[in-house]
């Protein structure tokens, strides 16, 4: 298999229904023999905000690297809603934040 023929089989996405679907995505990396995300997305309708949290499970020794884009697809994110991702790795956090309009096209 070509390179041309190997990227073009790893960056094909399923066809998203944005009037109806939000996708969220956050880069984590993890090093480790295993490296599991768990992912959990949290709505609060009073403060109009989602939260998106991947927590990173790094097990073993290893010196392998993961990486995972965490894509996920939920319902429509009205648009004055804000978005925050909140990434933990081995009791460390860091917190980003953006408006729910740049996660549209």
Do not use: W
Not at 5 to 31: I, Q, Y
């Amino acid at each position: 298999m070509s390179y041309e023929e190997f990227l073009a089989t790893c960056n094909v996405f399923p066809e998203v229904d944005f009037g109806r679907h939000s996708v969220l995505g956050a880069h984590a990396t993890g090093t480790g023999c295993t490296v599991t995300f768990e992912k959990h997305v949290y709505q609060d309708e009073q403060s109009k905000k989602v939260l998106y949290e991947i927590a990173v499970v790094e097990e073993g020794e290893c010196e392998m690297a993961f990486h995972n884009r965490n894509l996920i697809l939920i319902p429509r994110i009205p648009p004055e809603y804000s978005v925050e991702f909140l990434l933990r790795s081995a009791g460390r956090a860091d917190s980003h934040k953006m408006a729910a309009g740049g996660l549209r096209p």
